[in-house]
């Protein structure tokens, strides 16, 4: 199992400000996935983080707008840039473990 | 992963057993059968998965039809706190998930 901790659990932000969801794993692994989930939504991939190389987006998001670090194999931040009232809404990482995937408690974003 | 159909919402009541159904006529032949749920304002939660033959744990039975085109969750008896989201998901372990629309559960007293 992994236990994920996932900080800020929400903020409020202005628009055109940035702001920094930081992710640790209790443990190794090679790949963290970032997810957004708007209000009344499901969940959307928004990009996944291997170790050692450039985070790959899913379409319709850009690292311009998401970027990603991941400096480790327990760690990795999810930069919202430039934000605006649409970019309200949840945001999860999570680990691909076998048979199961983690996810972290999400930060609730709310750009006003 | 497999694209998978769930409706969008049902009721139980409390100490029935909910039957949760999903379609996923286009999974294919090694992908498995995962149920999550995501319980307001929280990260999702796995519940089970499989293959081909039926699947129970502590928390759910899990029914998948022999043509593996769909299957239901089964919770023996649920709870209020059994309220939730719950995403059908066809996938291969290790990979990310693609969440469709789920099914919201109401469990009412």
């Known amino acids: 199992s992994a236990v994920i901790s996932q900080k800020p659990s929400r903020d409020i932000c202005q628009r055109g400000t940035s702001l920094t969801i930081q992710c640790q794993v209790d443990?190794?692994?090679?790949?963290m996935f970032w997810y957004r989930q708007q209000p009344g939504q499901s969940l959307t991939l928004i990009a996944t983080a291997n170790q050692g190389s450039e985070a790959t987006y899913e379409s319709g998001f850009v690292i311009d707008k998401f970027p990603i670090s991941r400096p480790n194999l327990t760690f990795s931040t999810l930069t919202v840039s430039n934000m605006s009232p649409e970019d309200s809404s949840i945001y999860l990482c999570s680990v691909a473990g076998v048979p199961e995937a983690f996810f972290g408690q999400g930060t609730r974003l709310t750009v006003v | 992963d497999a694209k998978t159909t769930q409706p969008p919402s049902m009721d139980c009541a409390e100490g029935r057993a909910a039957n949760l159904p999903c379609n996923h006529s286009?999974?294919?032949?090694?992908?498995?059968v995962y149920w999550y749920r995501q319980i307001h304002s929280q990260g999702p939660q796995y519940i089970i998965h499989g293959l081909k033959n039926n699947e129970t744990n502590e928390m759910a039975s899990l029914i998948i039809t022999e043509d593996r085109k769909s299957s239901t969750l089964i919770l023996p008896h649920a709870t209020l706190r059994d309220t939730a989201v719950y995403y059908c998901i066809g996938h291969n372990a290790g990979n990310m998930l693609t969440f469709g629309g789920g099914t919201r559960l109401m469990v009412k007293p």
């Open positions: 443990s190794q692994v090679t790949m």
């Open positions: 286009t999974i294919s032949g090694n992908e498995y």
